[in-house]
């Protein structure tokens, strides 16, 4: 089993251009997630999808944009990037249980730099 | 509010000696906890996690932490540091009512000398 893979690993940009960063699991779960990391900061979630077919806001969603596209693929669009977007993405996903004791398992992330 | 916040944003050690990282919450509801373990340049690997059975729990790589309710405290604690625990730490915490949210303390970077 891969677990959660990523795409790209690295991906420079100029400011108004646009990417789309992939994910997918080979674990079978029903849930997904995107976040972003920044110095200090710990993790914050840009997106869910608690099950196919269902995406939600998470803390800090401004600017980006979230595809569920089957159970194991979850993309994560960014549509005119901007410098504060620079930081490293993560995407993770977990069974969802409902019981909120779920592991998440996280990709490698992808280091993305807007300049 | 639901929060949690690591005490520590650096902890340096020496190899050998015991490794304690302090962790707090705050909710009005029951907690779930975990531990994830970042290494340089790498995703989040889980260490640990509280689920509400027995409060000392026991992870990889010789860690446990202990689920204090009175203190609202998770600290993460090892006997004896290893270099290859150099990482960065974080504590983390969830709620039966998020639908599997994640809530990020700052993360504790945990340094090992020789």
């Known amino acids: 089993n891969a677990g959660v893979t990523q795409t790209p690993k690295f991906q420079v940009l100029k400011t108004g251009q646009s990417m789309t960063l992939q994910c997918a699991q080979d674990?079978?779960?029903?849930?997904m997630y995107w976040y972003r990391q920044d110095p200090g900061m710990g993790l914050r979630l840009i997106y869910y999808?608690?099950?196919?077919?269902?995406?939600d806001k998470g803390e800090v969603p401004n600017g980006y944009n979230v595809s569920r596209l089957n159970k194991r693929e979850f993309s994560l669009r960014l549509e005119s990037a901007a410098p504060s977007q620079t930081s490293v993405y993560f995407c993770?996903?977990?069974?969802?249980?409902?019981?909120?004791?779920?592991?998440?398992?996280f990709g490698p992330g992808t280091r993305l730099t807007v300049l | 509010a639901q929060s949690v916040t690591q005490l520590d944003s650096h902890v340096s050690v020496s190899e050998g000696t015991p490794v304690l990282l302090r962790c707090n919450y705050s909710?009005?509801?029951?907690?779930?906890l975990f531990w994830y373990v970042q290494h340089p340049n790498k995703g989040l690997q889980l260490l640990l996690k509280?689920?509400?059975?027995?409060?000392l729990v026991k992870g990889i790589n010789g860690f446990e932490a202990e689920f204090k309710k009175s203190e609202t405290s998770f600290h993460l604690t090892k006997p004896s540091a290893h270099m290859s625990d150099a990482a960065e730490y974080f504590c983390?915490?969830?709620?039966?009512?998020?639908?599997?949210?994640?809530?990020f303390g700052q993360g504790t970077e945990l340094s090992v000398k020789p």
């Open positions: 674990m079978n779960h029903n849930s």
């Open positions: 999808s608690a099950s196919e077919g269902t995406t």
């Open positions: 909710s009005s509801y029951s907690p779930s």
């Open positions: 509280y689920t509400s059975a027995a409060t």
């Open positions: 993770a996903s977990s069974e969802f249980s409902g019981l909120g004791t779920d592991t998440q398992y």
């Open positions: 983390v915490v969830t709620f039966y009512n998020q639908g599997g949210k994640l809530i």
